[in-house]
């Protein structure tokens, strides 16, 4: 039998955190080392998976079903065929991974966390066990309730740990949000399911299964924005996105990190893997209206957060923009849009992880967020300066970094959208013929970001001038 790599990875944290939650009240640092060595173990396997399937790329016109690897199928629930059935391609090994380093960044970063640390590091666990989870699920119910175990710890944490001022509003309406978008995605699972024996195929929750049916296309029409929205609310898609900044800034930084880092690619990955992927024809007839809605995304998301003084919510509302590019790229239905997309979700993971950790850093000092009230951190805190920057670059699109590696293809792919045949009219107007002005609008975005980040930097590490508040932080 060959070593289970992805039951490991994604299954070790929810023994960690049984075992955490068992130790007696007085053993808090033993819950800190379990879940440093469980998100370690967690790192070296997931490397050693990322390793192994870019060792051994598939053929790039195999079926997605041919391009899994590392897969474990057993038996789950037999009387409706739901199986435990965990794999990965190239994108998921990729996010595995990035899961694997933001969690382990996560635990770093709130070592120093006293209170309740037994039940912190128990729920954190499980949050990155239903990330991981949902990455490796090759079965659409074993997918769904990994989704739910990533949401749930998040209402807990948030509001047992979180910003005092706003972290019940904030956990609640995170909750709501995404509890209804995953209770529309489901419905719509439980069609597809019922509607596979009209296809000749026993029912099933096995989506190499679902990835072969050709469904018709006016179920494809119908069901697709249902089950594409029901996720897309997770990857901060306008207009049901205003949880995201609430949630960012009231989640502890551990959980910011894992939020904005990871959580918020689990909700684009799935509405591609069970919306884009299983139902391509849906997904063309409605391209121009999620086009529609990923531009707002960018440009909404960038000018928002060019208004921003707090900066969490100044973070918060950048990955509601950057998210939306990489929802635009999948919408494209181009491989170079796909490939923009995947890029841009493992660049922004990095890019946000590492924000948010710098704000956390200066919280803990200065116990403020506001632009207002700092300046002149470059003299008190050297050390980060550097990340802060780099993320910046990165934010801003720079040539040579992953943001601009990511955001040009996805440009190409909506300029090449417009070659679709199968795009619909709308009121006499053939929405291709738009999408390259859509592309030059959406690049507006990355000016925006330079902007806000360029201010940010400027005001809050490189001016030596008083803050608005009379307060100069340097002095720590």
């Not at 919306?275 to 086009?291: A, C, H, K, N, R």
């Not at 070659?419 to 929405?431: D, H, K, Q, Y």
Request: hydrophobic residues 55%.
């Amino acid at each position: 039998m060959d070593f289970p790599f992805l039951s490991v990875i994604a299954l070790s944290p929810i023994v960690a955190a049984v075992i955490i939650l068992m130790m007696p009240k007085e053993r808090g640092e033993n819950s800190r080392m379990l879940a440093l060595a469980t998100m370690i173990l967690g790192l070296i396997l997931s490397l050693y998976v990322y390793i192994a399937y870019y060792q051994n790329l598939p053929d790039a016109q195999a079926r997605w079903a041919d391009t899994l690897m590392f897969l474990e199928e057993y038996q789950w629930i037999p009387a409706i065929n739901i199986g435990y059935i965990v794999g990965v391609d190239g994108l998921s090994a990729t996010l595995v991974l990035l899961t694997s380093i933001v969690g382990l960044g996560g635990v770093l970063i709130s070592w120093s966390i006293e209170d309740r640390p037994r039940e912190f590091f128990a729920f954190f666990m499980l949050l990155v066990a239903g990330v991981h989870g949902v990455f490796v699920a090759v079965d659409a119910f074993l997918l769904f309730f990994f989704y739910e175990l990533a949401v749930l710890p998040m209402y807990v944490m948030i509001v047992i740990w979180g910003w005092k001022e706003r972290r019940e509003y904030a956990a609640m309406k995170l909750t709501l949000y995404l509890l209804i978008g995953s209770f529309i995605s489901f419905i719509a699972f439980l069609v597809l399911y019922f509607n596979l024996p009209a296809a000749g195929v026993e029912p099933t929750f096995d989506l190499r299964v679902w990835s072969e049916v050709n469904f018709p296309f006016d179920m494809q029409r119908i069901w697709f924005m249902p089950l594409f929205l029901g996720f897309a609310i997770l990857a901060g898609l306008f207009p049901f996105h205003n949880w995201s900044p609430d949630g960012h800034v009231a989640a502890p930084t551990a959980v910011s990190m894992i939020h904005a880092g990871v959580l918020m690619k689990l909700g684009a990955y799935a509405s591609m893997r069970v919306g884009i992927q299983i139902l391509p024809e849906g997904t063309i007839y409605w391209m121009p209206f999620v086009i529609l809605l990923t531009l707002i995304n960018v440009l909404y998301g960038s000018f928002i957060a060019m208004r921003q003084r707090d900066m969490k919510y100044l973070i918060g509302y950048s990955s509601v923009s950057h998210m939306g590019l990489v929802s635009m790229g999948f919408a494209t239905m181009t491989l170079v849009g796909f490939t923009g997309a995947g890029i841009q979700m493992v660049s922004h993971g990095v890019m946000t992880a590492l924000f948010f950790s710098v704000v956390g850093m200066i919280y803990d000092r200065a116990h403020t967020r506001s632009m207002d009230d700092l300046s002149g951190m470059r003299q008190a805190l050297p050390w980060l300066v550097v990340p802060f920057i780099i993320g910046g670059l990165v934010s801003m699109g720079m040539p040579g970094l992953s943001g601009f590696i990511a955001e040009f293809p996805i440009f190409m792919g909506v300029w090449q959208g417009s070659s679709l045949p199968a795009t619909p009219a709308f009121l006499n107007l053939v929405p291709a013929n738009y999408y390259q002005i859509v592309a030059v609008l959406s690049i507006l975005g990355v000016i925006i970001t330079a902007a806000y980040i360029l201010r940010a930097v400027n005001t809050v590490f490189l001016a030596n001038t008083i803050a608005k508040n009379g307060t100069i932080c340097a002095r720590f």
